[in-house]
């Protein structure tokens, strides 16, 4: 069974630029999460898609983040404008259901570094 | 406000012998709790969970221990092994949000030593 995609693997901008990650979930699994992980943190969770739609985006900063699951499949995050302290991994993770006690599965990450 | 402590940045054991990592939470509406485990460059994935009806569940070397009324879970990893040296989030989550919501601890890295 192929897991959690990302791309890119990597990318180094400059602040003020835009960036775009593309995340394609575990087939057949509903539930999509976008997380960040600042160096030394734990992820945190930025948004929730069930399906096509949104669960929770409170934690997501929405002057500058914004993110869709066209389908209810594929998804891609956007920042726009980029700052130094958006510097981290993003994680993209799916869940068959979104239910309470279940699993997630993450997918490697995209590594964003703003000079 | 962080919600799920590891305050161990980093450990270190040796091959053979027993690894505890702990975790401390303080809203006590968690009731499921994970821990993940993390290679560079890899995403976090899954090793084993507990629900708040349990205090241990066991899987093949690795056990997790909940002590509800300290708000305290731990992760033994018997006998340890080399490839157990990663970072390792634990993890919560309550049943009022509905929906699954992840609340991560900051990571312990573990090495273990032959």
């Known amino acids: 069974e192929a897991g959690v995609a990302q791309s890119p693997r990597y990318k180094i901008i400059e602040k003020r630029q835009s960036v775009a990650f593309w995340c394609n979930p575990i087939s057949g699994h509903a539930t999509l999460y976008w997380y960040q992980q600042i160096l030394g943190q734990g992820p945190k969770l930025l948004i929730q898609?069930?399906?096509?739609?949104?669960?929770?985006d409170s934690q997501l900063p929405k002057d500058r983040f914004s993110a869709e699951r066209l389908k209810g499949v594929d998804s891609t995050l956007k920042i726009q404008p980029a700052k130094l302290e958006d510097s981290a991994v993003y994680l993209c993770a799916s869940g068959l259901a979104g239910r309470h006690q279940e699993t997630q599965y993450f997918g490697p990450g995209t590594r964003l570094l703003v000079l | 406000d962080q919600q799920v402590k590891q305050n161990s940045p980093s450990l270190s054991v040796q091959e053979g012998r027993i690894s505890i990592l702990n975790c401390d939470y303080t809203n006590s509406m968690f009731d499921y709790f994970l821990w993940y485990k993390k290679y560079p460059a890899e995403g976090p994935t899954f090793l084993i969970s507990?629900?708040?009806?349990?205090d241990k569940n066991e899987d093949g070397r690795f056990t997790v221990f909940l002590n509800k009324s300290a708000k305290h879970l731990s992760l033994h990893i018997v006998p340890s092994q080399p490839g157990d040296s990663a970072v390792y989030f634990c993890?919560?989550?309550?049943?009022?949000?509905?929906?699954?919501?992840?609340?991560f601890g900051q990571g312990t890295r573990l090495t273990i030593n032959p």
């Open positions: 898609f069930q399906n096509n739609g949104v669960v929770d």
């Open positions: 993890a919560a989550s309550d049943i009022g949000q509905g929906a699954q919501k992840l609340v």
């Open positions: 507990i629900s708040s009806i349990k």
